[in-house]
């Protein structure tokens, strides 16, 4: 039933989905059916004019037309020569309208439907107009010429059918026109929508092809703290916050501890819940699960902002870094005990060798000997203590109010030797009255490793000073040199333990990267700050501050 009915109403998409023999069925039907019902009513009311042959060809060539819709292949003919059609129409119209006589002149009015078919086609529209006025013309003149002379008069008076036809064709051809201009901007738009649709298709397959080859749990969620996005690495290393368009408050089901991995992390504290919240943090770490299968995890958060700068969600990242922890602890392990191995021979050589060197009557070459030895296990020493803090980790503080500029001296004095051996100038440029709380021979240890750090990078005849002063309530430092100074990256790199400028590597200059590491270690300690500023070929200053008040002095 709804398919007899979709071929009643009149469907334009579904009648372009038609086979071409079908829509000339189709457009032909009406036609041939309304003249078939008019000549069925001829018969009731003129019977006597159906014996006439013009009626008799008229029913013969409506058929006949009907046949060749259905017969020839128009698939395989130009696209006009469906037009043939309703030309050929107007002659079994123009034989309707002559045979049924003065009684029935209205039925002339059938070239509507040629007309019509013509115009709506599409095709050379002007023409098209012209082509069914002409006809209709034709309908109603051609009679009268064929039966003899004929007036002006007599010309006229059937005027009316070309003129309405010709209303009719502009009007079909204007509408029919229009409808194609939309469709055309509806086809344009659609095409458009389905490309924009491919095109995010195919970013959201790539968007889930990346998050799951990347080796990080990836979690998005919505600022209400509902799962947009989690890859499989996410899924896998906390499963329970990975239900499908589920809370994130599932986290909670996990049990999470700090970096020791023993003190529980309360729900307020752990990465997601503050993520939702809106905070950004990077590389925090929390350790999850209990046991050997125990994991620890890295945990960075990221905003989601609309275009008006609304909250629209967070991106979590969680890097399983079990493995990597595990390596530094063992490495960590690895240098404590080594370096207690070491400095125990060490300290004994540096005692025998001062032993050694204060007997009377030595020999000048073992005298010399002697020295160089001692320096040399002297330095041996200090790497060793580098080592064994760093591994170690901070050692408690014992502050006290100093008197700065006098720690500042005794620094210097220390350093006097090294820098005149290198051919180096120290300087200083104290400000008077500078006093802070803090342990004396932890910024003792930071005055001599920024100094000699100096000394070790500059060239002969360069200067190494020593600024002091207060500001907004700190106590300002700077070392500054004048050597060969690295690159910003390498700033960004250098109180990272191990870490080694390039210059420095191939200038051969010895060190173990591990001097401005403790530096920061013990500046850290006191609630201050460092930081360092260079330009190759230009020198380096390392400036850090303490605050003069009574700091909260940590061990961490």
Request: charged share 20%; with cysteine; proline share 6%.
């Amino acid at each position: 039933m709804d398919r007899a009915l979709s071929y009643l109403t009149f469907n334009p998409e579904h009648f372009e989905r038609l086979s071409p023999r079908r829509r000339m069925l189709l457009s032909q039907v009406p036609l041939t059916a309304t003249a078939l019902i008019l000549l069925a009513v001829v018969a009731i009311f003129a019977p006597a004019l159906l014996a006439g042959t013009l009626l008799q060809l008229c029913m013969l060539m409506h058929l006949l037309l009907l046949v060749l819709c259905a017969a020839v292949p128009w698939h395989r003919l130009p696209l006009a020569a469906t037009l043939a059609i309703p030309v050929l129409e107007f002659v079994p119209i123009a034989l309707m309208r002559e045979g049924a006589g003065t009684e029935f002149t209205a039925l002339g009015f059938l070239a509507v439907f040629p007309v019509i078919w013509l115009t709506a086609s599409g095709i050379h529209p002007r023409a098209a107009i012209l082509t069914g006025v002409l006809a209709s013309l034709a309908v109603v003149w051609l009679p009268q010429f064929l039966r003899g002379p004929v007036t002006a008069e007599e010309l006229a008076r059937p005027m009316l059918l070309p003129i309405m036809m010709l209303a009719i064709g502009i009007t079909i051809s204007a509408i029919t026109g229009g409808f194609r201009s939309q469709r055309r901007i509806l086809q344009s738009k659609d095409a458009e929508l389905r490309s924009l649709l491919q095109a995010s298709a195919l970013r959201e397959r790539l968007l889930h092809t990346v998050v799951n080859a990347v080796d990080v749990g990836v979690l998005a969620v919505d600022s209400s703290g509902k799962e947009i996005l989690a890859n499989q690495k996410q899924r896998r290393l906390m499963p329970s916050t990975a239900a499908p368009g589920g809370a994130v408050h599932g986290e909670a089901a996990a049990p999470m501890f700090e970096e020791d991995g023993t003190t529980v992390l309360p729900p307020e504290r752990r990465p997601l819940y503050r993520a939702v919240g809106g905070e950004i943090f990077s590389k925090e770490v929390v350790r999850i699960g209990a046991g050997p299968e125990q994991k620890t995890l890295s945990a960075s958060a990221a905003r989601m902002k609309s275009d008006d700068g609304r909250h629209d969600g967070t991106v979590v990242t969680f890097s399983d870094v079990t493995e990597l922890m595990s390596a530094l602890n063992a490495k960590q392990t690895f240098i404590s005990n080594i370096t207690h191995e070491l400095r125990t021979p060490l300290t004994s050589i540096v005692g025998y060798v001062e032993m050694l060197s204060g007997v009377d009557g030595a020999p000048a070459p073992m005298v010399a000997g002697l020295d160089v030895v001692s320096r040399n296990a002297q330095r041996l020493l200090g790497l060793v203590n580098d080592l064994l803090g760093t591994a170690d980790g901070p050692t408690a503080l014992d502050p006290s109010p100093i008197d700065y500029v006098q720690v500042v001296s005794q620094a210097i004095a220390s350093a006097t030797p090294r820098a005149i051996e290198a051919g180096v100038v120290l300087d200083t440029d104290l400000a008077d009255g500078l006093r802070v709380v803090c342990d004396p021979g932890k910024i003792g240890q930071v005055l001599d490793n920024l100094i000699s750090n100096a000394i070790k990078y500059s060239p002969r005849g360069g200067t190494v000073t020593v600024h002091a002063r207060s500001e907004d309530g700190r106590l300002l430092c700077t070392v500054a040199d004048t050597g060969m100074g690295m690159s910003e990256a390498d700033c960004r790199n250098v109180f990272t333990r191990f870490f080694r400028s390039p210059e420095a590597v191939r200038a051969a200059i010895p060190g173990v990267g591990l001097g401005l590491a403790i530096v920061k270690e013990i500046i850290d300690q006191h609630d201050g700050g460092i930081e360092c500023r260079s330009r190759l070929g230009e020198g380096t200053s390392m400036t850090f501050y303490l605050p003069l008040r009574q700091p909260a002095l940590s061990v961490s």
